[in-house]
């Protein structure tokens, strides 16, 4: 699939719901969801039918010139009912500069009359690597500072992705915990270290500003 050819109706099936995934996909379609006028994001855990209001009204505004209108819904779960069936006509009608994408666990989560509308494509899930803590203490200094810039700073996380990728990370850490040998108190330095993180990350400290302390404290 390519960004600027994909159009109409998507359901994007990603058994783990990794946001990191999800979105490092969207910059492959070439789909921008940031200063992007023509975007419309959804994120709410419960989607109900004034949502799909507004997804009417986002189409019946046009686009910049050669531009798309782009729906995403990256909690497709917490469609009610009323909203699926609210949904139905604004998906048989996208014009080829309308695209929405439904993004959701398991595709049997929705009604058959949403899924019979929409293309489906699984995201195949890559082997995690869940080794990441061990390989950071591998580096200096300035190595840790190279990952940084040319490894995570690219990807321009935001606020609730860098909150997943940190809860990964206090997984890694616990499992550590877990094994033991010679680590536990290694392994309570990553947790506290990681854990504050994350609230300097949920006290809206930009997401870089968090990454470069952490990779420097851990």
Same mark, same amino acid.
């Given at each position: ?11 994007? %099936?990603?058994?783990? +719901?990794? $946001?990191?995934?999800? #979105?490092?996909? =969207? @910059? !492959? &379609? *070439? ?88 293309? %489906?494509?699984?995201? +195949?899930? $890559?082997?995690?690597? #869940?080794?990441? =803590? @061990? !390989? &950071? *203490? ?81």
């Amino acid at each position: 699939m390519k960004g600027k050819n994909l159009s109409g109706a998507h359901l994007f %099936i990603d058994s783990s +719901k990794n $946001k990191l995934e999800f #979105n490092s996909l =969207l @910059e !492959k &379609l *070439a789909i921008k969801k940031t200063n992007n006028p023509d975007f419309f994001g959804i994120e709410e855990e419960t989607v109900g039918i004034e949502k799909t209001r507004e997804i009417k009204k986002f189409f019946t505004i046009k686009g910049e010139e050669g531009k798309k209108r782009i729906v995403i819904i990256e909690n497709g779960e917490g469609l009610t009912p009323e909203a699926q069936n609210s949904l139905l006509k604004t998906l048989e009608e996208l014009s080829q500069n309308q695209l929405i994408i439904i993004l959701v666990s398991k595709k049997n989560i929705l009604l058959p009359t949403i899924i019979s509308r929409c293309q %489906i494509s699984v995201i +195949k899930q $890559k082997k995690k690597n #869940n080794r990441f =803590l @061990e !390989k &950071l *203490a591998l580096l200096t200094l300035k190595d840790r500072l190279i990952l940084i810039e040319e490894e995570i700073a690219p990807k321009k996380m935001t606020k609730n992705e860098l909150i997943l990728f940190l809860e990964e990370l206090i997984g890694e850490a616990q499992q550590q915990l877990i094994e033991g040998s010679g680590k536990s108190e290694q392994a309570k330095h990553r947790i506290d270290k990681i854990n504050h993180a994350c609230k300097l990350a949920r006290a809206n400290i930009s997401p870089q500003s968090v990454i470069d302390w952490l990779m420097i404290s851990l």
